[in-house]
């Protein structure tokens, strides 16, 4: 009797009771269910469906190799550019992605968030794993060109691809967890998200290489750039995909292995912060939205 009432109480929890992004995880079949819906509307009523996910970065490809690489003679720089270029632009699509819908995830589902509970931190967190798969596509069209060339990875060339695409990942859920929750009470948030995701091709060595900026840039600007996530990010994925093809003279990011776990402690911080702050003004969501 006595470990009836135990396993009663112990089963039994405060309504509402919240763990954070614990308690989204421990119900991952809901959370499942978002992420398959919002992937299903995409291609909803489309005849090609999940076709053109293969299509749009074959194409992007091409152009690429004409417009920049041949017109603009970037072939001759860059050996093997519109690859360099192709898998740059990978990890700030699923950075901006993640990003920009984890910001409006909790104002774009405010019927839902009004009506029942749960996890509210379900939405960025649903929004980053979209991302994430809509981003499987190109991963594969990059990896297909790759291996057309003459991609032959590495263990580390794996393990650089594996680290750039998890600290994206952690990056994304914490800027959007701390941007969605300001973003139900100030709008104004999601207008600087657009700013940041504007700026974030340029701020890394996407449509440049890294030496670009360490001939003009003083030094502690260039660590402060090597700083950056999403560089070490992109140089991580471009060590995975771009260096193996052997490119000419190219050596990789100074200290990249360092500064990559540098920039996933810095992810993870972010998360740690954007965690809190979602917390912090929870709340007040309900009312807000």
Aim: charged residues 15%; without cysteine; aromatic residues 14%.
């Amino acid at each position: 009797m006595q470990q009836a009432r135990t396993l009663d109480a112990q089963r039994m929890t405060t309504p509402g009771a919240n763990r954070g992004l614990l308690e989204v995880f421990r119900q991952r079949y809901l959370l499942s269910l978002i992420v398959r819906k919002e992937v299903q509307i995409r291609y909803r009523g489309s005849i090609f469906g999940w076709l053109w996910s293969y299509v749009k970065p074959l194409v992007q490809f091409v152009v690429f190799f004409v417009a920049i690489g041949v017109f603009l003679g970037l072939n001759d720089r860059v050996e093997f550019f519109p690859i360099y270029l192709l898998s740059g632009i990978t990890v700030v699509t699923f950075f901006n992605e993640a990003f920009s819908n984890g910001t409006r995830s909790l104002v774009d589902n405010a019927a839902l968030i009004k009506k029942i509970y749960l996890p509210r931190e379900m939405f960025p967190i649903a929004s980053m794993m979209i991302a994430a798969v809509n981003t499987v596509p190109q991963i594969i069209v990059v990896v297909g060109i790759s291996l057309f060339f003459g991609w032959a990875p590495s263990l580390a060339s794996v393990a650089a691809i594996v680290l750039a695409l998890v600290i994206i990942a952690v990056l994304a859920s914490g800027l959007g967890l701390f941007f969605g929750a300001i973003n139900v009470t100030f709008r104004d948030a999601q207008s600087f998200v657009e700013i940041i995701v504007m700026v974030a091709i340029w701020a890394s060595p996407v449509m440049y290489e890294w030496t670009q900026v360490a001939r003009v840039a003083p030094e502690w600007l260039f660590v402060l750039y090597r700083l950056n996530p999403i560089t070490a990010a992109v140089e991580l994925f471009h060590y995975g995909i771009w260096f193996p093809l052997g490119p000419g003279d190219a050596s990789p990011l100074p200290d990249l292995w360092m500064y990559g776990l540098i920039a996933l402690v810095t992810s993870l911080a972010a998360l740690v912060i954007g965690q809190l702050v979602f917390r912090r003004l929870e709340g007040r969501f309900a009312q807000d939205l």
